[in-house]
C-alpha cells in the first residue's frame, strides 16, 4: 500500500511539472525570454540583452536597462534588407511617435530621429538624442544597435517596467527613410 502511495504521489509531481513546463513553453511562444535567448553587444562591453519581445512581422526588440536606469540600450533586428523603425508612444498610427529609424547609405550605418507628424507622416527633429549606434546588414537581415539617453533633456521618457504603445516597420529593400514601410505593427510592450 505504501508504495501505491508513492506512486501516486510521484505521478501527481510529474504532472504538475509537466503542466509548469507547458505554460513556460507557451509564453515564450508570444515572444518572452526564457533565459536561453540573449544577444551580445556590439556597443556596450560585456553587455548581454536578456530582454526579447518577437513581433507578428518578424522583427525582434531586444532591451536591456542601464543599472542607474539613465540608459536604455536597445537591439532591432528585421526579416529584410531595407530601413527598420521603432516608435514609442503614438497617439494615432505614427502621430506624435518619437521613431528611430535606421538604414544603411552605400555601406554606411544611418540612424535618425523623427516625429509623428500626421496618422501617416513623420519628418526628422534636428535635435540628435542618440550618440551611441551602429548596425549591420545581410540580403535578408538588418540589425541596428543603439543606447537611448533617458536623463537631463532627452526626449525619450521610458522607465522599467512600465507598458508602452510601440509602433515597428520596415522595408523589405529600401533605404529610404521617407518610402513606405512593407511591414509595420503596433504592439503593447514592458520594458
Known amino acids: 500500500m505504501k508504495k501505491k502511495k508513492i506512486f501516486c504521489v510521484m505521478f501527481i509531481l510529474l504532472l504538475v511539472m509537466i503542466v509548469l513546463v507547458g505554460c513556460e513553453e507557451a509564453e515564450n511562444d508570444i515572444g ?66 518619437k521613431i528611430i529609424i535606421a538604414g544603411f547609405e552605400n555601406e554606411t550605418f544611418l540612424l535618425e530621429e523623427h516625429y509623428g507628424t500626421a496618422a501617416t507622416g513623420h519628418d526628422i527633429i534636428e535635435e540628435t538624442y542618440i550618440e551611441k549606434a551602429t548596425g549591420e546588414r545581410d540580403e535578408d537581415l538588418s540589425r541596428a544597435e543603439f543606447v537611448i539617453p533617458l536623463t537631463g533633456d532627452s526626449r525619450y521618457d521610458l522607465s522599467a517596467g512600465e507598458v508602452y504603445t510601440i509602433i515597428l516597420g520596415y522595408h523589405s529593400s529600401s533605404d529610404n527613410f521617407v518610402q513606405r514601410h512593407t511591414q509595420r505593427t503596433t504592439i503593447e510592450l514592458e520594458l
Open 32 to 97: 518572452l525570454v526564457d533565459g536561453d535567448v540573449s544577444l551580445e553587444s556590439q556597443l556596450i562591453d560585456d553587455l548581454v540583452y536578456t530582454n526579447q519581445f518577437n513581433s507578428d512581422i518578424e522583427m525582434e526588440i531586444f532591451w536591456e536597462f542601464s543599472q542607474d536606469e539613465e540608459e536604455l540600450y536597445m537591439v532591432l533586428k528585421s526579416p529584410a534588407s531595407g530601413w527598420l523603425a521603432i516608435g514609442f508612444e503614438p497617439t494615432n498610427r505614427m502621430a506624435d511617435a
